[in-house]
């Protein structure tokens, strides 16, 4: 069974900084690219960031370029998503979910978590 559990979001002001975190399980930690995606109110779900089973690769939307850092770590199952200088368009319910490699950025799984909340506030 998938396992994909976020959390960490919260309302912020612009500007400040927030992690997320998700917990998978020891096998997709270990078998996969992991990423994170994301959906606004009124958009579709986009991929946002991913970090290939090695660690070494890591890809980003341009509009988070500079401001969020994606990693990993596999002996606790954790991935994360530092989030920099926040934006209000950067509101979203935030997800996470496994990449074939770093450079296929679709969702791997078709089950998806709860998502986390992040807000923020100009």
């Known amino acids: 069974q998938v396992q994909l559990v976020e959390s960490g979001g919260g309302l912020v002001e612009a500007g400040g900084s927030l992690r997320l975190t998700c917990k998978v399980s020891e096998v997709t930690i270990n078998s996969y690219a992991m990423a994170w995606f994301r959906h606004a109110p009124g958009k579709e779900r986009e991929f946002v960031a991913t970090?290939?089973?090695?660690?070494?690769?890591?890809q980003y939307i341009d509009s988070v370029k500079g401001r969020y850092t994606i990693s990993r770590d596999s002996a606790k199952a954790l991935v994360y998503l530092q989030m920099n200088r926040l934006k209000p368009e950067d509101t979203a319910v935030y997800y996470c979910n496994a990449n074939r490699d770093a450079y296929d950025h679709r969702a791997l799984f078709a089950t998806w978590g709860r998502g986390t909340q992040v807000i923020v506030s100009s």
């Open positions: 970090i290939s089973l090695s660690g070494r690769i890591t």
